[in-house]
Protein backbone atom coordinates (compact mmCIF):
# COMPACT_ATOMS: atom_id res chain seq x y z
CA UNK A 1 0.00 0.00 0.00
CA UNK A 2 2.55 2.72 0.59
CA UNK A 3 4.90 1.86 -2.33
CA UNK A 4 1.56 2.39 -4.57
CA UNK A 5 0.78 5.85 -2.30
CA UNK A 6 4.09 6.74 -2.87
CA UNK A 7 4.11 6.77 -6.57
CA UNK A 8 0.31 8.06 -6.58
CA UNK A 9 1.96 10.87 -4.20
CA UNK A 10 4.70 11.55 -7.00
CA UNK A 11 2.94 11.28 -9.98
CA UNK A 12 0.48 14.07 -8.66
CA UNK A 13 3.69 16.24 -7.24
CA UNK A 14 4.71 16.44 -11.11
CA UNK A 15 1.27 17.67 -12.40
CA UNK A 16 1.12 20.42 -9.50
CA UNK A 17 1.72 24.51 -9.36
CA UNK A 18 2.95 26.31 -6.87
CA UNK A 19 -0.29 27.98 -6.21
CA UNK A 20 -3.21 26.67 -7.25
CA UNK A 21 -4.75 30.29 -8.13
CA UNK A 22 -2.91 30.50 -11.58
CA UNK A 23 -5.63 30.37 -14.48
CA UNK A 24 -7.71 32.51 -12.00
CA UNK A 25 -9.43 35.33 -13.44
CA UNK A 26 -9.96 37.73 -11.36
CA UNK A 27 -6.90 40.11 -10.12
CA UNK A 28 -6.21 39.58 -5.90
CA UNK A 29 -5.16 43.36 -4.45
CA UNK A 30 -3.16 43.51 -1.62
CA UNK A 31 -4.82 41.90 1.62
CA UNK A 32 -3.54 40.30 4.65
CA UNK A 33 -4.53 39.10 8.36
CA UNK A 34 -2.21 40.59 10.26
CA UNK A 35 -4.45 39.17 13.42
CA UNK A 36 -1.60 36.91 14.51
CA UNK A 37 1.14 39.62 14.07
CA UNK A 38 -0.54 41.26 16.68
CA UNK A 39 -0.72 38.50 19.28
CA UNK A 40 1.62 39.33 21.87
CA UNK A 41 2.57 35.51 22.52
CA UNK A 42 4.06 35.24 18.77
CA UNK A 43 7.90 35.59 18.98
CA UNK A 44 8.43 37.54 15.61
CA UNK A 45 12.19 37.84 16.32
CA UNK A 46 14.45 36.09 13.27
CA UNK A 47 16.60 33.09 15.09
CA UNK A 48 20.07 33.39 16.25
CA UNK A 49 23.11 30.54 16.95
CA UNK A 50 23.14 29.12 20.04
CA UNK A 51 20.12 30.91 21.68
CA UNK A 52 17.41 29.85 23.07
CA UNK A 53 18.07 25.99 21.66
CA UNK A 54 18.45 27.11 18.17
CA UNK A 55 21.23 25.86 15.86
CA UNK A 56 22.46 26.60 12.09
CA UNK A 57 21.69 22.78 10.02
CA UNK A 58 23.44 23.98 7.11
CA UNK A 59 24.39 27.69 4.59
CA UNK A 60 25.11 27.26 1.30
CA UNK A 61 26.58 29.90 -0.85
CA UNK A 62 26.75 27.56 -3.94
CA UNK A 63 30.51 28.31 -3.96
CA UNK A 64 31.59 25.82 -6.65
CA UNK A 65 31.31 24.43 -10.46
CA UNK A 66 28.43 21.69 -9.41
CA UNK A 67 25.32 21.66 -7.99
CA UNK A 68 26.74 18.93 -5.95
CA UNK A 69 30.50 17.78 -4.85
CA UNK A 70 29.74 16.19 -1.57
CA UNK A 71 31.28 19.15 0.20
CA UNK A 72 30.30 19.59 3.79
CA UNK A 73 28.30 22.55 4.62
CA UNK A 74 26.16 21.70 7.86
CA UNK A 75 25.74 19.16 10.59
CA UNK A 76 22.23 18.06 12.23
CA UNK A 77 21.76 17.61 15.71
CA UNK A 78 20.38 14.14 17.99
CA UNK A 79 17.64 15.09 20.24
CA UNK A 80 19.99 15.62 22.47
CA UNK A 81 22.05 18.48 22.10
CA UNK A 82 25.05 16.29 20.54
CA UNK A 83 26.23 16.51 16.90
CA UNK A 84 24.56 13.91 14.28
CA UNK A 85 24.82 13.61 10.42
CA UNK A 86 26.91 15.41 8.47
CA UNK A 87 25.16 17.60 5.64
CA UNK A 88 26.22 17.83 2.71
CA UNK A 89 26.04 19.49 -1.06
CA UNK A 90 24.34 16.13 -2.52
CA UNK A 91 21.21 17.35 -0.82
CA UNK A 92 20.58 18.63 -4.09
CA UNK A 93 18.64 18.03 -7.12
CA UNK A 94 17.31 19.57 -10.39
CA UNK A 95 13.55 19.53 -10.41
CA UNK A 96 13.02 16.93 -12.68
CA UNK A 97 12.09 16.62 -16.43
CA UNK A 98 8.28 17.93 -16.43
CA UNK A 99 5.34 19.48 -18.10
CA UNK A 100 5.03 22.22 -15.49
CA UNK A 101 1.81 23.94 -17.38
CA UNK A 102 -0.25 22.71 -20.97
CA UNK A 103 -0.84 25.47 -23.44
CA UNK A 104 -3.98 27.52 -22.62
CA UNK A 105 -3.94 29.00 -26.38
CA UNK A 106 -3.70 24.92 -28.28
CA UNK A 107 -0.20 26.70 -29.46
CA UNK A 108 2.39 24.24 -28.51
CA UNK A 109 4.90 26.57 -28.26
CA UNK A 110 3.35 28.14 -25.10
CA UNK A 111 3.47 24.73 -23.28
CA UNK A 112 5.63 25.10 -20.68
CA UNK A 113 8.73 22.49 -19.30
CA UNK A 114 11.10 22.45 -16.45
CA UNK A 115 14.19 21.02 -17.95
CA UNK A 116 17.63 20.55 -15.95
CA UNK A 117 19.48 22.06 -18.43
CA UNK A 118 18.06 25.55 -17.79
CA UNK A 119 19.63 25.47 -14.62
CA UNK A 120 23.58 26.41 -13.98
CA UNK A 121 26.48 27.19 -11.54
CA UNK A 122 28.27 30.54 -12.13
CA UNK A 123 30.00 32.84 -10.02
CA UNK A 124 28.59 31.67 -6.57
CA UNK A 125 25.39 31.56 -7.94
CA UNK A 126 22.68 28.99 -8.88
CA UNK A 127 21.56 30.64 -12.74
CA UNK A 128 18.11 28.98 -13.36
CA UNK A 129 17.67 30.48 -16.62
CA UNK A 130 13.62 30.97 -18.94
CA UNK A 131 13.38 31.07 -22.73
CA UNK A 132 10.98 29.98 -25.71
CA UNK A 133 12.03 28.62 -27.94
CA UNK A 134 11.63 26.38 -31.53
CA UNK A 135 14.92 25.19 -31.17
CA UNK A 136 15.82 23.27 -27.50
CA UNK A 137 18.13 20.87 -27.94
CA UNK A 138 17.36 18.58 -24.97
CA UNK A 139 16.58 14.18 -25.23
CA UNK A 140 13.93 14.80 -22.91
CA UNK A 141 11.42 17.62 -24.16
CA UNK A 142 10.84 18.56 -27.19
CA UNK A 143 12.48 21.25 -29.22
CA UNK A 144 9.52 23.86 -28.98
CA UNK A 145 7.98 25.21 -25.99
CA UNK A 146 8.85 27.64 -22.91
CA UNK A 147 11.44 25.91 -20.72
CA UNK A 148 12.61 27.03 -17.41
CA UNK A 149 13.91 24.65 -14.15
CA UNK A 150 14.51 24.70 -10.34
CA UNK A 151 16.29 22.99 -7.74
CA UNK A 152 15.11 21.01 -4.87
CA UNK A 153 15.84 18.45 -2.17
CA UNK A 154 13.41 16.01 -3.11
CA UNK A 155 14.55 13.03 -5.76
CA UNK A 156 12.01 11.49 -8.07
CA UNK A 157 13.61 7.73 -9.02
CA UNK A 158 13.08 5.77 -12.06
CA UNK A 159 10.20 3.30 -10.96
CA UNK A 160 8.59 7.36 -10.06
CA UNK A 161 8.79 6.51 -5.85
CA UNK A 162 10.67 9.95 -4.13
CA UNK A 163 13.53 10.71 -2.11
CA UNK A 164 13.77 13.12 0.45
CA UNK A 165 17.66 14.24 -0.07
CA UNK A 166 17.12 16.86 2.60
CA UNK A 167 13.67 17.46 4.66
CA UNK A 168 13.02 18.92 8.11
CA UNK A 169 10.01 19.64 10.20
CA UNK A 170 10.08 23.00 11.90
CA UNK A 171 12.89 25.49 12.02
CA UNK A 172 13.90 28.52 10.06
CA UNK A 173 14.10 28.25 6.14
CA UNK A 174 15.99 31.58 4.58
CA UNK A 175 17.30 32.14 0.58
CA UNK A 176 18.74 34.84 -0.72
CA UNK A 177 17.65 35.46 -4.46
CA UNK A 178 17.71 37.50 -7.37
CA UNK A 179 14.00 37.78 -9.44
CA UNK A 180 13.95 37.04 -13.09
CA UNK A 181 12.39 40.47 -14.02
CA UNK A 182 10.24 39.77 -17.04
CA UNK A 183 6.62 39.57 -17.73
CA UNK A 184 5.12 36.06 -18.08
CA UNK A 185 7.01 34.29 -14.90
CA UNK A 186 7.78 34.01 -11.51
CA UNK A 187 10.36 32.67 -9.16
CA UNK A 188 9.22 31.02 -6.20
CA UNK A 189 10.95 29.28 -2.62
CA UNK A 190 8.66 26.82 -1.22
CA UNK A 191 8.73 24.06 0.95
CA UNK A 192 6.26 21.06 0.11
CA UNK A 193 5.66 17.19 1.64
CA UNK A 194 5.40 14.07 0.14
CA UNK A 195 1.09 14.01 1.81
CA UNK A 196 0.64 17.05 -0.18
CA UNK A 197 -2.23 15.23 -1.77
CA UNK A 198 -3.57 13.27 0.87
CA UNK A 199 -7.23 15.78 1.37
CA UNK A 200 -6.94 14.57 4.81
CA UNK A 201 -5.75 15.60 8.34
CA UNK A 202 -5.98 19.40 7.38
CA UNK A 203 -2.39 20.90 6.84
CA UNK A 204 -0.98 18.51 9.73
CA UNK A 205 -0.02 15.95 7.06
CA UNK A 206 1.91 18.38 4.82
CA UNK A 207 1.34 21.91 4.06
CA UNK A 208 2.61 23.61 0.50
CA UNK A 209 4.34 26.69 2.46
CA UNK A 210 5.11 29.42 -0.38
CA UNK A 211 7.70 31.49 1.30
CA UNK A 212 7.29 33.86 -1.32
CA UNK A 213 6.55 33.81 -4.86
CA UNK A 214 7.56 36.90 -7.59
CA UNK A 215 3.97 37.23 -8.86
CA UNK A 216 3.92 40.99 -8.72
CA UNK A 217 6.33 42.33 -11.48
CA UNK A 218 3.71 45.04 -12.39
CA UNK A 219 3.48 46.11 -8.21
CA UNK A 220 7.36 45.80 -7.75
CA UNK A 221 7.23 46.34 -4.29
CA UNK A 222 4.41 43.91 -3.75
CA UNK A 223 4.71 40.65 -2.16
CA UNK A 224 2.79 37.52 -1.42
CA UNK A 225 3.20 34.99 1.01
CA UNK A 226 0.86 31.64 1.37
CA UNK A 227 -0.20 28.12 2.90
CA UNK A 228 -1.52 25.31 0.17
CA UNK A 229 -3.33 22.19 2.02
CA UNK A 230 -5.52 19.27 1.62
CA UNK A 231 -4.42 18.97 -1.65
CA UNK A 232 -4.94 20.55 -4.59
CA UNK A 233 -8.48 19.42 -6.12
CA UNK A 234 -11.89 20.17 -4.43
CA UNK A 235 -10.55 20.16 -0.90
CA UNK A 236 -7.97 22.19 -1.37
CA UNK A 237 -8.04 25.12 1.36
CA UNK A 238 -5.80 28.09 0.90
CA UNK A 239 -4.60 31.07 3.46
CA UNK A 240 -2.45 33.97 1.77
CA UNK A 241 -1.33 37.33 2.10
CA UNK A 242 -0.22 39.93 -0.58
CA UNK A 243 1.84 42.48 0.95
CA UNK A 244 3.61 45.68 -0.09
CA UNK A 245 7.13 46.28 1.62
CA UNK A 246 7.43 49.45 0.18
CA UNK A 247 11.21 48.59 -2.22
CA UNK A 248 11.80 47.75 -5.10
CA UNK A 249 11.74 44.07 -4.80
CA UNK A 250 13.28 43.41 -8.34
CA UNK A 251 16.04 45.26 -7.72
CA UNK A 252 18.96 43.73 -6.64
CA UNK A 253 19.05 40.73 -3.90
CA UNK A 254 16.53 40.17 -1.33
CA UNK A 255 16.17 37.30 1.66
CA UNK A 256 12.95 35.50 2.18
CA UNK A 257 12.67 34.03 4.95
CA UNK A 258 10.36 31.26 6.80
CA UNK A 259 10.29 30.26 10.99
CA UNK A 260 7.99 27.18 11.47
CA UNK A 261 7.39 26.18 14.53
CA UNK A 262 5.17 23.76 16.12
CA UNK A 263 2.31 26.38 16.58
CA UNK A 264 2.44 28.80 13.70
CA UNK A 265 4.59 30.18 10.91
CA UNK A 266 5.95 34.01 10.75
CA UNK A 267 7.72 35.34 7.24
CA UNK A 268 10.42 37.98 7.01
CA UNK A 269 11.36 39.84 3.62
CA UNK A 270 15.45 40.95 4.67
CA UNK A 271 14.68 40.42 7.69
CA UNK A 272 11.89 41.82 8.80
CA UNK A 273 8.50 39.23 9.98
CA UNK A 274 5.67 40.48 7.58
CA UNK A 275 3.08 38.29 7.82
CA UNK A 276 1.83 35.31 10.32
CA UNK A 277 -0.18 32.25 10.29
CA UNK A 278 -1.70 28.81 11.54
CA UNK A 279 -3.56 27.88 8.55
CA UNK A 280 -3.99 24.03 8.03
CA UNK A 281 -3.40 23.72 11.67
CA UNK A 282 0.64 23.95 10.99
CA UNK A 283 2.26 21.04 9.31
CA UNK A 284 4.00 18.37 11.51
CA UNK A 285 6.18 16.14 9.28
CA UNK A 286 9.04 16.69 7.48
CA UNK A 287 9.18 18.94 4.00
CA UNK A 288 12.00 19.51 1.22
CA UNK A 289 12.81 22.71 -0.42
CA UNK A 290 12.09 23.93 -3.66
CA UNK A 291 13.39 27.26 -5.29
CA UNK A 292 11.72 27.32 -9.07
CA UNK A 293 10.80 29.34 -12.05
CA UNK A 294 7.60 29.08 -13.64
CA UNK A 295 5.74 30.36 -16.76
CA UNK A 296 3.11 31.55 -18.48
CA UNK A 297 1.43 28.65 -20.68
CA UNK A 298 -0.38 31.17 -22.47
CA UNK A 299 -3.21 32.78 -20.59
CA UNK A 300 -0.76 35.79 -18.85
CA UNK A 301 -2.16 34.36 -15.22
CA UNK A 302 0.22 33.80 -12.81
CA UNK A 303 0.09 32.83 -8.60
CA UNK A 304 -2.16 34.83 -5.92
CA UNK A 305 -4.40 35.63 -9.07
CA UNK A 306 -1.69 38.45 -10.50
CA UNK A 307 -1.94 39.58 -14.45
CA UNK A 308 1.61 38.74 -15.30
CA UNK A 309 1.56 38.81 -18.83
CA UNK A 310 2.39 37.19 -21.76
CA UNK A 311 6.32 35.43 -21.90
CA UNK A 312 8.20 37.22 -24.42
CA UNK A 313 9.55 34.95 -26.78
CA UNK A 314 12.68 37.47 -27.13
CA UNK A 315 13.74 37.81 -23.64
CA UNK A 316 15.56 35.47 -21.55
CA UNK A 317 15.75 36.26 -17.92
CA UNK A 318 17.97 34.47 -15.12
CA UNK A 319 16.18 33.97 -11.65
CA UNK A 320 19.64 33.97 -9.43
CA UNK A 321 19.91 31.61 -5.55
CA UNK A 322 22.72 33.18 -3.51
CA UNK A 323 22.37 31.50 -0.38
CA UNK A 324 20.02 28.73 1.02
CA UNK A 325 20.22 28.94 4.76
CA UNK A 326 18.49 26.40 7.21
CA UNK A 327 18.25 26.28 10.80
CA UNK A 328 16.37 23.93 13.28
CA UNK A 329 15.66 24.53 17.45
CA UNK A 330 15.82 21.92 19.51
CA UNK A 331 12.81 22.69 21.22
CA UNK A 332 10.70 21.63 18.27
CA UNK A 333 12.15 18.12 17.50
CA UNK A 334 9.63 16.56 20.16
CA UNK A 335 6.87 17.60 18.23
CA UNK A 336 7.81 16.18 15.16
CA UNK A 337 5.51 13.59 13.65
CA UNK A 338 6.83 11.10 10.53
CA UNK A 339 4.56 11.01 6.99
CA UNK A 340 3.50 7.26 7.84
CA UNK A 341 1.58 8.33 10.82
CA UNK A 342 -1.36 9.93 9.02
CA UNK A 343 -3.16 7.50 6.82
CA UNK A 344 -3.90 8.66 3.12
CA UNK A 345 -7.68 8.27 2.51
CA UNK A 346 -7.97 7.91 -1.27
CA UNK A 347 -12.02 7.80 -0.43
CA UNK A 348 -11.87 11.60 -0.15
CA UNK A 349 -10.17 12.58 -2.50
CA UNK A 350 -12.44 14.08 -4.87
ZN1 LIG B 1 15.03 19.10 -21.37
Known sequence: MKAVKKVLVAALAL??????????????????????????????????????????????????????DSTAIGQLRNADGTPGETITTDIWTYSPHDVRWETQTG?????????????????????????????????????NGRFSGGIETRKINEDGSSTQLFSQAYGYFEATVKFPDADGLWSAF????????????????????????????RNRTWMGHALLWDGYGSFAKVDDAILDTGKDLYDGYHTFALKWTP??????????????????????????????VEMDAGDGWGPHGQKIGKFDSNAQPVFYVEQVKVMQNLNYQQYILEDGQFPYNVQENG
Open 15 to 68: AMAACVFSGCTRQTGLHADLTLMENESIDKSLPRDGRDGWYTVFVDDFDRETLN
Open 263 to 292: EYYVWYVDGVATWASMGGGVAKVPEFLRLT
Open 190 to 217: WLQSVNQNNPSHQGLDGTEIDVYESAFQ
Open 107 to 143: SADQTSYWCPEMVTLRDGKVEIKAYETQDHTCDSCPK
